[in-house]
């Protein structure tokens, strides 16, 4: 059983008796999959687990940062109580968040955020937009327009080949949105 060390080619050469790996949590990115195919070891996660967890947590990194929760308290911290007068947080009531992945916990995020006005809208190749349309959501399949319309945007999936959020991304987003991964560092490129 494994979560973020993952399963290695070594660790897999130390294992000869070994019929299973489970890993706790959903990502696999760091299994050496292939090592396991050949010998026919079954690999197991435990996807769905923690999705509320996850998802609430993403719902509070929005509010944080929309709030500029972490800001306020360094102020207040350095005596800097002019900082109420400076700084204006957002609501995200009104506000659109893109959802980017459509699994377990995209899914949980949801109706938490139409919950506090938000409308939401999707970017996924699984997504069906007819299932999404009748929770209230909308499917967008042009990056562009689902970059430059999102006013919050909020990373779910495993990494591929290259980043899915670089610089050209971040070029088509809005001015002063917010990224949210509570996925993979991978997903994007810092």
Not at 125 to 135: I, P, Q
Request: glycine letters at 12%.
């Amino acid at each position: 059983i494994t979560r973020n060390w993952g399963f290695p080619a070594s660790a897999l050469a130390m294992a000869p008796k070994l019929q299973v790996v489970g890993v706790h949590g959903t990502g696999t990115d760091r299994i050496y999959k292939a090592g396991l195919a050949a010998r026919g070891i079954v690999l197991v996660t435990t996807a769905g687990s923690n999705a509320q967890s996850v998802a609430e947590h993403c719902i509070g990194l929005m509010l944080a940062s929309a709030r500029g929760v972490h800001l306020g308290h360094e102020a207040m911290q350095s005596g800097d109580f002019a900082f109420r007068g400076r700084f204006r947080g957002r609501e995200l009531s009104g506000r659109q968040l893109g959802l980017w992945g459509w699994g377990h916990i995209s899914k949980a995020v949801a109706p938490i955020a139409q919950a506090i006005g938000m409308e939401v809208q999707v970017h996924s190749r699984h997504a069906n937009a007819k299932l999404l349309a009748t929770r209230g959501l909308r499917r967008v399949e042009d990056i562009a327009e689902f970059l430059g319309t999102s006013d919050v945007l909020s990373l779910h999936g495993v990494p591929e080949e290259r980043p899915i959020i670089g610089a050209e991304e971040i070029a088509l987003m809005r001015r002063g949105s917010i990224l949210i991964n509570t996925a993979r560092g991978a997903l994007v490129d810092e």
